[in-house]
């Protein structure tokens, strides 16, 4: 039975605001964590109220749009890629690894595996929205998590030790980083106040990962969604030569010298978290399920807690379409120039968003999570349907109109 405009509206807001909802209940709880939450093994996505707000967000999402899209959402598998649907075929075969150990951990492991499945589904309904909502709806979600950030240091305090409060720095960035990604998807001088804003937040507490993200982001959209230009190359020399100049600042700022941060810093700051993931792999070669993975055998890098979780063969292929969906992504923005400029300003955003998360990634301690605002956000961006530009909305004229404030 078709919709009336009625209905199809009410379900747009209901969709948008349980969204909106989930976003601040996946980052606002922590700002009552204590600092002995810093010392938790597992503290990533655990605890108290963050665990509750997680849930009752997740549970509002998907009723949501259950109710107010069911058939959009039964028809979300036969919209997704080849890559796509094999990733979902994959999570459900790794159901079978969940038959092992005692019962309460294989109902627990099951019933998250489901849910991962459940959620990439319904979040693809999402995309489905009409564009000017769909922007819009990114845009105030991106307000949200920067909101967030703003809300921490005003409780909290600036930061000590680069902790707010008790909010270890990266748990502390990544929603930063993801509100930066999302702001892309909308046009004007609030979207830009939000990423000058998360910028500046992230590097107070100096969080390498989102630092990079944040900029590998800028960089992929300025870089497909205008063509190149004078000013910009012009940029990009001032900035290669103030990059130099400022090398030891820069340095001091990622603190790649700092043997305080994790086990041995560098780069990565993680060397002897990888080993241990490594050996997990080693003494599991095809996996121990999802969920299943401890704080040590996750090796803090969301690449190999996948292979840890999902086997070698079952982790390296998620690995795999995850780049081919990032290449897919990258044809979607040169298809997208003929289009209308909106088409193409979420083409060349969702880009950017991949590619920025696909980095974040190594230092992130799960690629696939229901639990925090990087997870979610990599399953928005991955499990993107196919779609077609609706054929009354006018070509694109010209890639390098200016946007229009707001």
Known sequence: MPMTAASGRTGTMAILMSFW???????????????????????????????????AGLVLFL???????????????TRLSLAQAAIVVIIYLSLGLQLQ?????????????????????????????????LESGLGMASIIFCVFGISALAVLGLPE???????????FAAPLLIAFILSQFRPGLISLAVRIACFAMVALVSSRFALIGCITA??????????????????LVLVVVSGIILWPQIASMLALDDPSRDASSGFSGRDEYWYSALAAITDHPFGIGFKRATAAEAGHN???????????????????????????????????????????????????????????AFFQPQLLSLGDAFGVSLLLLLFRPRTKPAPHRAPVTRLHAPAMPG
Request: hydrophobic share 50%; net charge negative; with cysteine.
């Open 21 to 55: 909802a989930w976003c601040g209940l996946l980052c606002f709880p922590m700002i009552g964590l204590t600092e002995d939450y810093l010392d938790a093994p597992t503290a990533f996505g655990s605890g108290g109220a963050v665990l509750i707000g997680q849930t």
């Open 218 to 235: 800028l960089l992929v959209y300025e870089l497909t969604y205008r063509p190149l230009s004078a000013w910009k190359l012009a940029a």
């Open 101 to 133: 150990g005692d019962e309460g951990s294989t109902f627990i492991g099951i019933f998250y595996t489901s849910l991962l499945m459940m959620t990439a589904l319904t979040l693809s309904v999402v995309w489905t929205l009409e564009p000017n909502d």
């Open 63 to 77: 009723t949501a749009v259950t109710l107010a899209r069911p058939f959009q959402l039964l028809a979300s598998l």
């Open 161 to 171: 030790n680069r902790n707010v409060g008790g909010i270890q720095p990266n748990l």
């Open 302 to 360: 969301g690449y190999l807690k996948t292979v840890v979780e999902f086997g070698v063969v079952g982790g390296g292929l998620i690995i795999f379409l995850l780049a081919c969906t990032i290449a897919a992504a990258t044809l979607d923005v040169v298809k997208s120039a003929g289009r209308t400029l909106q088409d193409h300003r979420f083409a060349c955003a969702r880009l950017a968003g991949l590619v920025a998360l696909a980095f974040g």
